[in-house]
């Protein structure tokens, strides 16, 4: 008897030993992102913070949200001092890690005068761009071979008005920002280009390794039950599931 407890004990002991050595999700994921207005605005609302806390808050995992200019907070995941940056397109990013889901979708405009023709993804290497330092747009738009990268939006109206550049590149909520800015916006038209999956890049370090695979896990659960539909519905977004 004396014998077959201590093995009883032995083997408990080797069990709590295991659970502690097992790695725990963190309580909290550390994001950076630029403050994109409706979607990662700094004040924590919009459709982006509000997917990511249906995916990651009924886990157990609260989001602390740090707001940074991109290229910025792609660097933060790079180094390691976040666990990820938001808004990423696929690969755009080196030294990080990518999930297998993306958790949103950007449609992608090019804005020129109305009085240029209306471009499309075939011919658009044609002609020269322009977009955001940090975007990447060449490596998913075909034939590109002349662009400019700004260091911001507030002078894309003049470029296109004084023929500095052909169309400027970038999400429709940020070209149609821009169109809000101008004297005349019947000067200018929007079209459509391409759609490109957004994804969280995680850093390489296995606290972000932990909560990239719950993350996957809980949008593999959330597609397939539908619960993301009512935010995209509520920010009056397309949903970017298909009929799931």
């Not at 004990?9 to 295991?18: N, Q, S």
């Not at 790695?23 to 997917?51: C, K, Q, R, Y």
């Not at 890049?201 to 932990?210: E, H, I, M, S, V």
């Not at 996957?216 to 920010?235: T, Y």
Request: glycine share 6%.
């Amino acid at each position: 008897m004396a014998r077959w407890l201590m093995v009883m004990v032995f083997a408990t002991f080797c069990a709590l030993a295991r659970a502690d050595e097992a790695p725990m999700t963190p309580s909290v994921i550390h994001l950076a992102s630029e403050a994109w207005e409706d979607f990662t605005a700094a004040d924590g609302h919009g459709l982006g913070w509000d997917v990511l806390r249906e995916v990651f808050e009924p886990a157990g995992v609260k989001l602390d949200i740090r707001i940074e200019p991109y290229t910025r907070a792609t660097g933060l995941a790079q180094r390691g001092e976040v666990d990820a940056c938001v808004g990423a397109y696929r690969d755009e990013v080196s030294d990080v890690l990518y999930p297998h889901w993306n958790f949103d979708t950007d449609p992608i405009y090019a804005l020129g005068l109305a009085s240029n023709p209306a471009p499309t993804a075939e011919n658009l290497g044609n002609y020269r761009l322009a977009w955001v330092r940090g975007y990447k747009y060449q490596a998913y738009l075909p034939n590109v071979q002349r662009y400019n990268e700004v260091a911001r939006r507030t002078g894309i109206l003049p470029m296109l008005i004084h023929n500095h550049v052909d169309y400027y590149i970038d999400a429709l909520d940020e070209v149609n920002s821009i169109v809000s800015r101008a004297k005349d916006p019947s000067q200018f038209r929007r079209t459509h280009i391409v759609d490109l999956p957004l994804y969280l890049c995680f850093a390489d370090t296995p606290q972000a390794r932990r909560l990239m695979a719950l993350f996957d896990q809980r949008m593999e659960v959330l597609v397939k039950n539908g619960r993301l539909k009512p935010i995209f519905a509520k920010w009056k977004q397309p949903y970017p599931f298909g009929t799931n």
